[in-house]
Nanobody, 121 residues
Framework: VQLVESGGGLVQAGDSLRLSCLAS????????MGWYRQAPGKQRELVAN????????GYADSVKGRFTISRDNAKNTMYLQMNSLKPEDTAVYYC???????????????WGQGTLVTVSS
């Protein structure tokens, strides 16, 4: 099982980006998914997460009203729409998911390799 992020890049303050996270492999189902980020010299922090049905989402205070998390279970894909980007949003963004795999009783926590988002002022 692997998660692959895409959509990062260099943008200017005020611009928008949409990140995607595609899960692949031997997957029975995917439970909670989330986006984390890690800026240089800082700890990794939760940006947003979403339940399997999409009915419950959570956001870090710093991104509320600007970022929107969503998912398409049919495509095993999660998204993060980022609007009104600020220089302080600059970080490597990681995808995280609790994945049910055949033959395993507990969910497997999986991380992506990260995608870099750089916001210039």
């Amino acid at each position: 099982v692997q998660l692959v992020e895409s959509g990062g890049g260099l943008v200017q303050a005020g611009d928008s980006l949409r990140l995607s996270c595609l899960a692949s492999g031997s997957i029975f189902k995917i439970d909670v998914m989330g986006w984390y980020r890690q800026a240089p010299g800082k700890q990794r922090e939760l940006v947003a997460n979403i339940t399997r049905g999409g009915g419950s989402t959570g956001y870090a205070d710093s991104v509320k009203g600007r970022f929107t998390i969503s998912r398409d279970n049919a495509k095993n894909t999660m998204y993060l729409q980022m609007n009104s980007l600020k220089p302080e949003d600059t970080a490597v963004y990681y995808c995280n998911a609790d994945v049910g795999v055949p033959g395993r009783y507990k969910y497997l926590e999986v991380w992506g390799q990260g995608t870099l988002v750089t916001v210039s002022s």
